[in-house]
């Protein structure tokens, strides 16, 4: 599971993210992949949500794959898989631990931006460098 992920985030469904079908919303998986997306650009890019710079999200395509319920253990994996000038993608899947399914999987296009010129910027070559070291490092496991 998860080969190739180098952030990993291991929690049980919440039944707050379970709608009256009886299993996770929809919404719950997007809420799941922002988490570690603003997770994996604050270890790495080492940026805040409110500095003067960051990451502005252009476009999300989820495939939900095999239904999660309450309490089930889920992991979540988060990459990048490629950047551009001034844009970057993150790949994210989620699976059942107990069943060893992958549950969903998704992509977000992300845009360098610069919040006080209120203006999309190329991608700071500081970050390119951290994320390249990132994903090629050890997997980072938080919960």
Known sequence: MLEGYPIVWEFSVPFADIDMLQHVNNVAYLRWAETLRAEYF?????????????MIQASIAFSYERP??????????????????????FTYEVWCVD????????TT?????????ERTIPIPEG???AIATFEQGPVQRFS
């Not at 790495?44 to 949500?49: D, L, N, R």
């Open 127 to 129: 970050w390119r460098d």
């Open 68 to 89: 999660l319920r309450y309490r089930d253990r889920i992991i979540v994996g988060c990459r990048i898989p490629r950047i551009g000038t001034r844009s970057w993608d």
């Open 99 to 106: 069943r060893r399914e992958r549950a969903a999987h998704g």
């Open 42 to 54: 604050a270890r790495v890019m080492h940026e805040t949500v409110h500095g003067e710079r960051g």
């Open 109 to 117: 296009s992300m845009v360098a931006y610069d919040f006080v010129a």
